[in-house]
């Protein structure tokens, strides 16, 4: 079906307390998806720190949702058709698990408003911008939708590259690499347009296919594991040094008023 049911429609929109939902899913199934599909990201200190962004993925399978969110920390409103709501699994799961709906053939301006301001609330979308699954491992990724640039642009947010090696197995390691975010800085000034979202669809597109290129070196030359391991020290350093950083501008906001005191109890 091309279409999402008119009486269906009324879900697209459905609040929920998507957070509190996806805590409880994430939690009750944290072990077994671990044990399912066994697997790190590399690239971790690539996401950014602060503010919305969004997460493209390459695309081979349905896996590739449930897999990401235990490879990938951090919660994320996925985009999916709105056709999926005419399933009846799908119009009861995704108002808990915050996913937006959109219309891939007819996007309208309240699916991009509705896209823009949770980004711009500081939250995270996940788009898969080749649209549709892309079965074939050997194959080149399909040509990407522009929804991913339209709304990056419109938010003025930053899109992180994330390629997944092969279709998630059951029980066997995954690979998983999250490369440096594509910031749109320089298609910000004036109107967007058509040419800017092209432009920058392919800067997207471009940062994808590094992730798959320097993913699969590092996998098959067997170095993944062992630059984890150096990724792991970096983030650690960082964030003991993070911690430090807090600690000496508290003390150093604490000393003026300290002074102060001192000055009261010399003049009396």
């Known amino acids: 079906m091309s279409e999402v049911k008119d009486k269906y429609k009324k879900y697209i929109d459905k609040k929920c307390n998507y957070m509190g939902w996806y805590n409880?899913?994430?939690?009750?199934?944290?072990?077994?998806?671990?044990?399912?599909?066994?697997?790190?990201?590399?690239?971790?200190?690539?996401?950014?720190?602060?503010?919305?962004?969004?997460?493209?993925?390459n695309h081979r399978s349905?896996?590739?949702?449930?897999?990401?969110?235990y490879a990938v920390p951090g919660y994320r409103h996925f985009v999916a058709k709105e056709e999926h709501y005419n399933?009846?699994?799908c119009r009861w799961l995704f108002p808990k698990l915050g996913v937006i709906a959109v219309n891939r053939d007819k996007p309208d301006l309240?699916?991009?408003?509705?896209?823009?301001?949770?980004?711009k609330s500081g939250e995270v979308v996940g788009i898969f911008p080749e649209g549709t699954r892309n079965r074939d491992e050997d194959a080149e990724m399909l040509q990407f939708k522009n929804g991913t640039a339209l709304f990056a642009l419109k938010?003025?947010?930053?899109?992180?590259?994330v390629y997944f090696h092969k279709k998630p197995r059951f029980f066997r390691k995954n690979h998983v690499y999250i490369g440096k975010p594509v910031y749109p800085t320089k298609y910000m000034e004036g109107v967007i347009n058509t040419d800017k979202i092209n432009a920058f669809g392919m800067d997207i597109r471009n940062a994808v296919e590094d992730a798959k290129y320097y993913l699969n070196e590092v996998v098959n030359n067997g170095s993944f594991n062992k630059l984890k391991k150096q990724e792991k020290k970096r983030m650690k350093l960082a964030k003991k040094l993070a911690k430090k950083a807090i600690k000496i501008a508290k003390k150093n906001a604490k000393m003026p008023k300290q002074s102060e005191e001192n000055i009261e109890n010399s003049s009396s």
């Not at 998806?33 to 993925?57: C, S």
């Not at 938010?155 to 590259?161: D, H, K, L, R, Y």
Request: glycine content about 8%; cysteine-free.
């Open 155 to 161: 938010a003025n947010v930053p899109v992180v590259p």
């Open 110 to 119: 309240s699916t991009i408003r509705k896209v823009v301001n949770v980004l």
């Open 24 to 57: 409880f899913f994430y939690r009750l199934a944290y072990v077994p998806m671990k044990l399912l599909f066994p697997g790190v990201a590399l690239g971790l200190e690539n996401l950014p720190t602060e503010g919305g962004y969004i997460i493209a993925f």
């Open 87 to 89: 399933s009846a699994f």
């Open 62 to 69: 349905g896996r590739e949702i449930p897999f990401s969110f």
